[in-house]
């Protein structure tokens, strides 16, 4: 029985389980390398849609901070779903937290270029007027409290 229990984190539990696996192989008919990359394939999953979760949520935080006079009630949903989906998600496996930080960087990144062609700016547009590194701190995007506006943009904070 693994010391992770699928219950109280799933993702820990997948990567605990390929690394069983891996070292419990048996002569038994199973293919045991391929069930462990398949485990931590899921694993990868579960990352993946931290990320997503993460694109989604700086991509309307970026939105609702540059296009302030653009401000939808979608908008706003979108970053409250994705904040209770992140939410939800660290619940379920608290080990991808040790991912947040990566995760994070690359989703903004991803979420930069996404929002400025969104706000109809050309590559060199955005380039120039959304900052190349997120202006607000993880914990900051993560807080349901907050709601950037054009002043806490140029200074990070709420």
Known sequence: K????????????????ASALRDRGCALSIDWEHLAEELEAMGRSEESSLQSFLERLLKHLLKYAYQSEKITGSWENSIEGS????????????????????????????????????????R??????????????LETVLDAGFWPSAANVANGHN
């Open 83 to 122: 904040r209770l989906r992140i939410d939800i998600l660290l619940k379920r496996s608290p080990s991808l937290k040790n991912k947040l930080g990566e995760l994070f960087e690359d989703a903004y990144r991803l979420a930069r270029g996404e929002a400025g062609a969104e706000m109809g700016m050309r």
């Open 124 to 137: 060199r547009e955005w380039d120039a007027r959304l900052p190349e590194t997120c202006p607000w701190p």
């Open 2 to 17: 693994s010391a992770v229990q699928i219950d109280d984190d799933f993702y820990g539990w997948l990567l605990a389980q």
